[in-house]
C-alpha cells in the first residue's frame, strides 16, 4: 500500500524566523502521523534552519527547485549534493511556474531529475496542462509527453524512489480544483503510463499526488479516489491551521 505524501509547497513566502516558528510547531502536530508522509518545501534561504528544526521530527524536507550540474558557474543556483548536505529528503522538479515562468523543458527536467537521484534525493517530478491545453482537449497528450520525455533514460531502480505531482496549470492558485472524477483519471493514466514503460509493480506502486487548490474542505473527496496518493499544497500549507486539516484529511 502506497503511503499518502501530503507536500506544504510555500514558493517565495516565509522568513527564516516564520518558517522555523512554523516547522516547529508542524512537528508537533505530526507526532502521531507515522501513516502520512508530510513533507516541506519551504524558501531556500530557509533550508537549513528548518532541516535543524525538524531532527528527530518524522516530517521531511524538501528543496523547491535545483540545477542539474553538481558546481560550477550557475549564479544563483542549487545543486544536489549542496540540498543534499543540509539535510533535503525531497526536492520539487518541473513546477508549473518553473515551466512557464522561468522557462523549463521536459529536457532540463529530465536533467534535473537525474541529478537528484544520482545524489539520493526523491524527487517529486511535476507535470500537468495549462487553461488552453485543457480547455482544446489535449491533456493526456501533454501529460504523455511531459512523462514520456521527463523520465527518459531512468532505470527500473531508480522510478522507485520518485513520485508524480499532477497539477494542472489553470487550477494553481485559482480557487479552481480539477474535479476528483477528472483528477482520478488523469492519475490512472499516469499510472497507465509508468506500468507500460517500467512494469506493472511500478505503475501500481509510486506515488501519484494532486496539486491545483486542494483545501482542507476537498482533500478528503480528492483521497476518496484510489489513484491519488496525496497532495502538493501551495496556498493553502502556509497556514498550520490549514495545513494540518488537510493533513488529517
Given amino acids: 500500500m502506497i503511503k499518502p505524501i501530503i507536500a506544504a509547497n510555500w514558493k517565495m513566502h ?9 516547522s516547529q510547531r508542524l512537528a508537533k502536530e505530526c507526532e502521531d502521523l507515522d501513516e502520512r508522509e508530510v513533507i516541506i518545501a519551504p ?13 528527530g521530527s518524522t516530517v521531511r524536507l524538501s528543496a523547491q527547485n535545483m540545477h542539474w550540474e553538481e558546481k560550477g558557474a550557475f549564479t544563483g543556483e542549487l545543486s544536489a549534493p549542496m540540498l543534499a548536505d543540509i539535510g533535503c529528503h525531497y526536492v520539487l522538479i518541473g513546477h508549473s ?25 526523491k524527487p517529486i517530478v511535476c507535470v500537468g496542462e495549462t487553461l488552453k491545453e485543457h480547455e ?8 504523455k509527453k511531459q512523462v514520456n520525455e521527463g523520465l527518459n533514460n531512468i532505470s527500473t531502480g531508480d522510478i522507485e524512489c520518485v513520485s508524480i505531482a499532477y497539477e ?3 487550477a494553481i492558485g485559482t480557487g479552481k480544483t480539477a474535479t476528483p472524477e477528472l483528477a482520478e483519471e488523469v ?8 506500468s507500460s514503460g517500467f512494469g506493472e509493480s511500478v505503475g501500481t ?5 494532486y496539486g491545483g487548490s486542494v483545501t482542507p474542505h476537498n482533500i478528503g ?4 479516489k484510489p489513484t491519488i496518493n496525496g497532495a502538493l499544497v501551495g496556498g493553502a500549507s502556509l497556514d498550520l491551521e490549514s495545513f494540518t486539516g488537510i493533513i488529517r484529511y
Fill in 14 to 22: 516565509k522568513t527564516v524566523a516564520e518558517s522555523v516558528d512554523f
Fill in 43 to 55: 524558501p531556500a534561504t530557509a533550508l537549513y534552519a528548518v532541516s535543524q528544526t525538524l531532527k
Fill in 97 to 121: 511556474e518553473r515551466r512557464t515562468l522561468f522557462g523549463e523543458t521536459n529536457e532540463t527536467v529530465n536533467k534535473k531529475l537525474r541529478a537528484a537521484l544520482h545524489f539520493g534525493l
Fill in 136 to 143: 482544446s482537449e489535449a491533456t493526456f497528450e501533454v501529460i
Fill in 168 to 170: 494542472p496549470v489553470w
Fill in 187 to 194: 492519475h490512472r493514466f499516469i499510472r497507465e503510463m509508468l
Fill in 205 to 209: 506502486e509510486i506515488a501519484v499526488i
Fill in 221 to 224: 473527496e480528492l483521497m476518496a
